[in-house]
């Protein structure tokens, strides 16, 4: 079995590592989010939101939530509360300031939590987001299991992530701008060698496309799809349960 992809060369689990390098990271996320991604990140978040139109979604959960924003855009299907869970009590502290200022306190409500073991009670939630957060799993089937377990019958996990184009020259620019530019820029604003660097490799080790959908469907989901975004530079998935 390939050792998995960490953050830092530690004999700690993946999931201590990933926490440990987000607190690190998290008074720089936001702003580094934008800067190299060059904002493109926004209209993904609104795909993937735009996925659970139509249909009433009382409670939503918002995994890997990060600072929120995946969360505050899901609020465009009026649901009635939305819960965020993230590894990162940085990460979660900065989310919290943002939901402040927007005054989004009273409709989000964000905790520290685990994918692999998510404290909420079986078919809880109508609907399932996760924004650039399952290459960061520990062990990917197990937190896929925790979410179908935590979804009610009929609910929809919509999961988006970074993927490998494979069409040229989108290939070649993209693997430089990933293997060289992002380091060099992350290095100099979040003051953590490692963060960038680590975000090349989870995606290059992450088994995407078709790959991704079949541990989906060993997970339990059916009704799996992928929706390329940016010739492939990132996707998203759906699965029901």
């Known amino acids: 079995m390939a050792h998995p992809v960490t953050p830092y060369n530690s004999v700690t689990a993946k999931s201590e590592q990933v926490a440990d390098m987000f607190d690190n990271i998290a008074h720089r ?14 209209g993904w978040r609104k795909k993937a939101v735009r996925l659970l139109e139509g249909v009433p979604h009382r409670f939503i959960l918002d995994i890997a939530t990060g600072t929120g924003d995946l969360a505050i855009e899901a609020l465009k299907l009026k ?35 685990n994918s692999e073991n998510l404290p909420f009670s079986d078919n809880s939630f109508d609907a399932i987001t996760v924004g650039f957060g399952v290459r960061n799993f520990e062990h990917l089937e197990a937190g896929l299991s925790s979410m179908f377990r935590v979804l009610k019958p009929g609910g929809t996990a919509v999961i988006l992530e970074f993927s490998r184009p494979r069409v040229f020259p989108v290939k070649q620019v993209y693997s430089f701008y990933f293997r060289r530019v992002c380091p060099f820029i992350g290095r100099i604003f979040s003051k953590d060698n490692r963060a ?4 090349n490799e989870s995606v290059t080790a992450f088994p995407d496309g078709a790959d991704f959908l079949k541990i989906m469907r060993k997970s339990g989901f059916s009704e799996c799809t992928e929706l390329p975004l940016s010739f492939g530079i990132a996707t998203i998935y759906t699965g029901k349960k």
Do not use: A
């Not at 580094?32 to 990140?41: D, E, V």
């Not at 649901?79 to 990162?88: L, M, N, R, Y």
């Open 29 to 42: 996320y936001d702003f580094l989010n934008q800067l190299l991604s060059l904002g493109i990140h926004k």
């Open 79 to 113: 649901p009635e509360k939305i819960t965020g869970v993230d590894i990162s009590e940085g990460m979660l502290k900065m989310g919290r300031e943002k939901l402040k200022k927007m005054n989004l306190e009273d409709r989000i409500e964000l905790k520290k939590g």
């Open 196 to 199: 960038y660097t680590y975000l």
